[in-house]
């Protein structure tokens, strides 16, 4: 079965405190990975794809990497408006069905003190 | 602008009532989801559909139901079978070919009174 499991579920940090958020996941044939935040009381905005092992895409002071089995979401000196949750969600090859579809773990609440 | 509009932002059910949830895009996008969202249980999909006049039941459909009567609108209706239904409500839209994963409405927060 397909899983996605995002570690830890809340981080607190101090402005400026560096850190990693995790996410790892088990699917056949993965088309794309991708990173979300989400605000309180809003949807979800999305912040990077990821295709294959090696990449990595930047943002500000986010940085996402990709392995074969795990994303890692790096925050660089973060800030107070960096205060969120980060949903990562992996894809599967087949369009047309269920597979399709993206798998969604239950998230990463980030807040960051000043 | 193009985007994904879910109205109303708040909704209030009373015990025994159907209520349906508004979805309207302008993104032309193909396939169209909700989701449930409950602290601590991340996002659930409750249907989806993938063309006009077709839907398909996600992880959770008992007590909805939905429509795909026009590319643009996805309504979604909480009948009274669900017995849970306090919850916020997402609807998101993508095109296969799109590097942007779904694109998310604002959200519908839904409370049973």
């Known amino acids: 079965e397909d899983q996605v499991t995002q570690s830890p579920e809340a981080l607190r940090l101090q402005e400026g405190e560096s850190s990693s958020l995790n996410c790892s996941y088990t699917?056949?044939?993965?088309?794309?990975l991708f990173w979300y935040r989400q605000d309180p009381g809003k949807g979800p905005e999305f912040l990077f794809t990821?295709?294959?092992a090696g990449e990595e895409k930047e943002k500000e002071r986010l940085k996402a990497t990709l392995t074969k089995k795990e994303s890692f979401l790096h925050i660089t000196a973060p800030k107070p408006e960096d205060s969120a949750t980060y949903l990562c969600?992996?894809?599967?090859?087949?369009?047309?069905?269920?597979?399709?579809?993206?798998?969604f773990g239950k998230g990463t609440k980030l807040s960051v003190k000043p | 602008d193009g985007g994904i509009t879910q109205s109303p932002k708040y909704l209030f059910r009373k015990e025994g009532q159907n209520v349906t949830l508004s979805c309207e895009q302008n993104?032309?996008?193909?396939?169209m989801y909700w989701y449930r969202q409950d602290p601590g249980q991340g996002l659930r999909l409750i249907y989806y559909?993938?063309?006009?006049?077709?839907?398909q039941k996600g992880d959770i459909a008992e007590g909805y139901s939905v429509s795909r009567e026009k590319k643009e609108s996805f309504p979604l209706t909480v009948t009274s079978a669900q017995k849970n239904p306090t919850a916020f409500y997402l609807c998101?839209?993508?095109?296969?070919?799109?590097?942007?994963?779904?694109?998310f409405g604002s959200g519908t927060r839904l409370t049973v009174v």
């Open positions: 998101a839209s993508s095109m296969w070919t799109d590097d942007y994963g779904y694109t």
């Open positions: 699917v056949s044939g993965l088309r794309g």
């Open positions: 990821l295709y294959s």
């Open positions: 969600a992996v894809q599967g090859p087949n369009y047309g069905g269920s597979q399709g579809n993206l798998i």
């Open positions: 993104l032309n996008h193909d396939a």
């Open positions: 559909s993938q063309i006009v006049n077709d839907f």
